[in-house]
């Protein structure tokens, strides 16, 4: 349901996430259980969740943009649906009755939710969230989830007043109808709501850096932030009424830590859980009070091209750089990477290799055996290189473009594991084995926020770079690769990459053969025209005090229903 970026060496990257993507049930493990419970789970105590980079701040579903700040927001939000392991989406808060056209749903909240100021939550919360989005002044990546509304596009270009298919029938019944028809209509709206009375007065260009969002966050979640420290640590307490019952824990503490440092801060009991990192999977199964909780994860490390900058005034992207131009320089580029040997060498082999942006489980994923797999080819990357007019002319061992100019491409990645410099020389070493002259941009690698802040902002410096994608539960690409989606970092896209995208929501996709079918050209497209080196999808884990009860992973989360999460003491 939602999109979101990981840092693809700070994390064990779980979920490549929503531009969203669709999974089907019969490939992956869910609801692993840390550990055995006791017949009755005791009541108190608060626990540490750890987090191996400084957060941003963005305590708003509505403008959070990475897993550090949406790890919080799990604590304390929550949205009007659910969406189950499987990945299906089922009522949650929210019920909801379809027209037999498919484009006007009815939606009935619960009512007596409450935030956690005490106001009870209704439709016009929910309003208020899908019109801030909307809003021609909104900043943020989420437009994607309330572009199907009737009347949204004309409220974000200013030219209406209220949003036209957006009806309050009473407090707890709001009425939405589509522009269109979308077979994920529900997959993509926009779930979370925001606090109508809280926000009052705040401009939306103003809402990123208010109190709500970055000092006194509030949500309808089971946990309510009591302490801020920017970047470093949110407490949170038991909100007492929630509406599924107080939590069990009295609280918990969000707390940032170097992640070389995971295996002593669970060793001495300071972080209770945290995603890990590969490279301390080994000496983390020896520590005998921790559970390793492993789980699928719905998300793809990517290499991506930038092709060119986003067009601020008209919303979109503008492919203005010609360097990538040339598809075989960036087919050679896949055949030069050796991206099995890097997994094995410095993710543990923790990872597969995938050659789409669709999850090796999910129902719309082409096989292997109708497309490109870009094995490790060095012959293969010469060959295409050389056919490419790209040529080694003045002796010096590296290439130089078709017109004979010089050829530098610089490369931007994260930090993160203690393997992360390791490992970009080894990519960086494959691609100079063909004769490409490959650097690192700046000389370093990049926090996760500098990084982001440079590949979203399209600095001129960054040319090829390292992310990761998590994705939601459906396999639309919209939201990250359409002409107008901001978060299409390498800003590509094509006459068919649209049509297709298009296609696969449109009402011959309600057959989902079709729709399938419509996915797999999409896939070839990509595939063969590597917009991005899809690298890897990875296995997630998870690593947990035994003394925490009740804690369950999936391919979506490793924080699920955590008001029921409770502590063993040992006797």
Same mark, same amino acid.
């Given at each position: 349901m939602m999109k979101r970026r990981y840092c693809g060496l700070v994390l064990a990257m779980a979920l490549m996430l929503s531009a969203c993507s669709g999974i089907g049930s019969e490939r992956l493990s869910y609801g692993v259980l840390s550990n055995k419970e006791?017949?009755?789970?005791?009541?108190?105590?608060?626990?540490?969740?750890?987090?191996?980079?400084?957060?941003?701040?963005?305590?708003?579903?509505a403008f959070y943009e990475g897993e550090d700040d949406y790890q919080v927001l799990e604590f304390i939000t929550e949205a009007m649906f659910r969406v189950k392991d499987d990945l299906t989406t089922v009522p949650g808060i929210a019920s909801w009755q379809e027209s037999d056209d498919h484009t006007v749903f009815t939606f009935r909240i619960r009512p007596g939710v409450r935030w956690h100021n005490g106001d009870e939550l209704t439709v016009e919360d929910w309003k208020f969230a899908l019109e801030t989005i909307a809003n021609p002044e909104y900043t943020g990546s989420r437009y994607y989830s309330v572009e199907m509304i009737s009347g949204a596009e004309a409220y974000h270009k200013g030219k209406a007043k209220e949003i036209s298919g957006i009806k309050v029938i009473d407090p707890y019944t709001l009425r939405i109808t589509m522009n269109s028809v979308r077979v994920n209509a529900l997959d993509n709206l926009w779930p979370y709501p925001m606090n109508k009375r809280v926000y009052s007065g705040i401009a939306v260009k103003d809402m990123p850096d208010s109190d709500p969002v970055r000092k006194h966050p509030i949500g309808i979640g089971p946990f309510e932030v009591t302490n801020i420290q920017p970047g470093q640590l949110v407490e949170m307490k038991a909100f007492e009424d929630y509406y599924q019952g107080k939590p069990l824990l009295d609280g918990v503490t969000?707390?940032?830590?170097?992640?070389?440092?995971?295996? @002593?801060?669970?060793?001495?009991?300071?972080?209770?859980?945290?995603?890990?990192?590969?490279?301390?999977?080994?000496?983390?199964?020896?520590?005998?009070?921790? @559970?390793?909780?492993q789980s699928p994860e719905l998300s793809?490390?990517?290499?991506?091209?930038?092709?060119?900058?986003?067009?601020?005034?008209s919303q979109k992207i503008v492919m203005d750089n010609p360097k990538f131009a040339d598809k075989r320089l960036r087919q050679a580029m896949y055949y030069a990477l050796d991206r099995e040997g890097i997994i094995n060498?410095?993710?543990?082999?923790?990872?597969?290799?995938?050659?789409?942006?669709?999850?090796?489980?999910?129902?719309?994923?082409?096989p292997?055996?109708?497309? @490109?797999?870009?094995?490790?080819?060095?012959?293969?990357?010469?060959?295409?290189?050389?056919?490419?007019?790209?040529?080694?002319?003045?002796g010096d061992g590296f290439r130089e473009d078709p017109k004979g100019a010089p050829f530098v491409i610089h490369y931007d990645a994260m930090t993160g594991s203690t393997t992360a410099e390791a490992r970009t020389r080894a990519i960086l070493q494959n691609w100079r084995d063909v004769g490409l002259d490959v650097r690192l941009n700046g000389g370093q690698l990049k926090d996760l926020n500098t990084f982001y802040e440079a590949v979203e902002n399209d600095d001129p410096s960054v040319e090829l770079f390292n992310g990761v994608w998590g994705l939601a539960s459906d396999p639309d690409p919209s939201g990250l690769w359409r002409e107008i989606d901001l978060w299409n970092y390498p800003r590509f896209s094509s006459k068919r990459n649209e049509e297709l995208?298009?296609?696969?929501?449109?009402?011959?996709?309600?057959?989902?053969?079709?729709?399938?079918?419509?996915?797999?050209?999409?896939?070839?497209?990509? @595939?063969?025209?590597?917009p991005m080196i899809f690298f890897a999808e990875r296995i997630n884990i998870t690593a947990v005090n035994k003394r925490l009860q009740s804690v369950k992973v999936n391919s979506m989360s490793n924080i699920i229903d955590p008001q029921t999460w409770w502590i063993q003491e040992e006797n």
């Open positions: 006791a017949e009755v789970p005791a009541a108190g105590g608060t626990v540490t969740y750890g987090y191996s980079s400084p957060f941003q701040g963005l305590f708003e579903p969000y707390k940032v830590f170097d992640d070389k440092d995971i295996v @002593n801060l669970l060793d001495e009991n300071v972080i209770d859980m945290a995603t890990a990192p590969r490279d301390a999977y080994a000496s983390l199964k020896q520590l005998d009070q921790v @559970n390793i909780l793809y490390e990517y290499i991506g091209f930038k092709f060119g900058s986003w067009d601020h005034e060498q410095y993710s543990y082999g923790l990872g597969s290799l995938i050659e789409t942006p669709v999850p090796s489980s999910s129902w719309a994923k082409i292997d055996s109708q497309i @490109n797999t870009y094995p490790y080819s060095p012959e293969r990357a010469k060959a295409l290189l050389n056919e490419a007019g790209y040529v080694d002319r003045d995208i298009r296609e696969g929501v449109g009402i011959k996709s309600y057959d989902k053969e079709h729709r399938k079918q419509v996915y797999y050209e999409w896939q070839k497209l990509v @595939n063969d025209e590597v």
